[in-house]
């Protein structure tokens, strides 16, 4: 119990820290637009309403430059906890290598992953209206930029996986089945990212990755499957421009898109035996932490 209650507790901590940087970095920005403005003399109404309209447009119109802030100081201070706490940071974050033979199959599954979920969701009876409202939650403008790739394709999935599948995923399973500590963080990555459409992809997707880095015992396939997921977006476009928009199209392409990830996945996990493996994620050992190996939160078994 006292080890289930510390792992929560680890867990909720590095959720609390990003949304309080998060927090910070809004409302340290915010003061710097509105102070611009005025200074700029842009502004004539300084009443709240006013002042508000400047927060918010500021917030919608740097959203991307935000998030980026944001991870990146997350993830200075997760460093920097480990550090205090004395904790080798390769062994502590799964940074653990792997041949790229035995894990091949991530970047592909991440492509088949992210063009299945798309094409699915469009036969889906989903109302017009919360489509429009995700997308505009979403935000991608039409203009692919530095900016853009460099935030969504590459440190957010980094900064992500460390999160979720390495710190949150560790702590959670302190105490309680692994199989548990995978769903737990899923739920949590999904309810992280807002909208009710991303939450049941983001954790569908987290269930996956948590199962391969448990798999893998390393963070690298999470990683590279993450960047490819969010980097399909920007890859297929222009695929999806040229093809014919048809209910026919969509089914063909979510039908061949999921049987590939079905395959790919199947690959991964048959090549990921080497590292970890998990004959039942119900059985009824449990995978938990132990204090005297240091920085294994999981032990393996055979």
Not at 190 to 212: N, W
């Amino acid at each position: 119990m006292k080890n289930l209650l510390k792992g929560i507790g680890a867990a909720l901590g590095y959720v609390a820290l990003y949304l309080a940087v998060n927090f910070i970095v809004i409302f340290v920005a915010s003061f710097y637009y509105i102070f611009s403005e005025v200074f700029k003399g842009s502004v004539e109404d300084f009443t709240a309403p006013a002042l508000e309209d400047i927060v918010i447009t500021s917030i919608m119109d740097n959203a991307i430059e935000f998030t980026l802030i944001a991870s990146i100081l997350t993830l200075v201070l997760y460093l920097i906890i480990q550090a205090l706490w004395k904790k080798p940071i390769k062994p502590t974050l799964y940074l653990n290598s792997i041949p790229f033979r035995d894990w091949w199959p991530a970047p592909l599954l991440g492509i088949t992953l992210n063009v299945f979920i798309s094409f699915f969701m469009t036969l889906l009876p989903i109302p017009e209206n919360i489509m429009e409202d995700y997308s505009e939650f979403v935000g991608y403008s039409d203009e692919i930029t530095l900016m853009l790739i460099i935030s969504v394709a590459i440190v957010v999935p980094i900064f992500e996986e460390i999160m979720f599948r390495g710190l949150v995923m560790r702590s959670f399973n302190r105490g309680m089945p692994l199989a548990v500590a995978i769903i737990l963080q899923a739920i949590v990555f999904g309810i992280l990212h807002g909208h009710i459409i991303s939450i049941f992809y983001t954790t569908f997707l987290g269930i996956i990755l948590g199962v391969l880095r448990a798999r893998y015992d390393s963070l690298y396939p999470c990683i590279l499957i993450h960047m490819l997921f969010n980097g399909a977006n920007f890859i297929m476009l222009p695929i999806y421009n040229i093809l014919p928009d048809t209910n026919l199209t969509y089914i063909i392409i979510t039908v061949v898109s999921l049987v590939l990830s079905i395959l790919l996945f199947r690959i991964a996990l048959n090549k990921s035996k080497n590292y970890l493996i998990i004959n039942n994620m119900n059985d009824s050992k449990t995978l938990e932490h132990d204090d005297n190996l240091h920085e294994q939160d999981i032990v393996s078994y055979k």
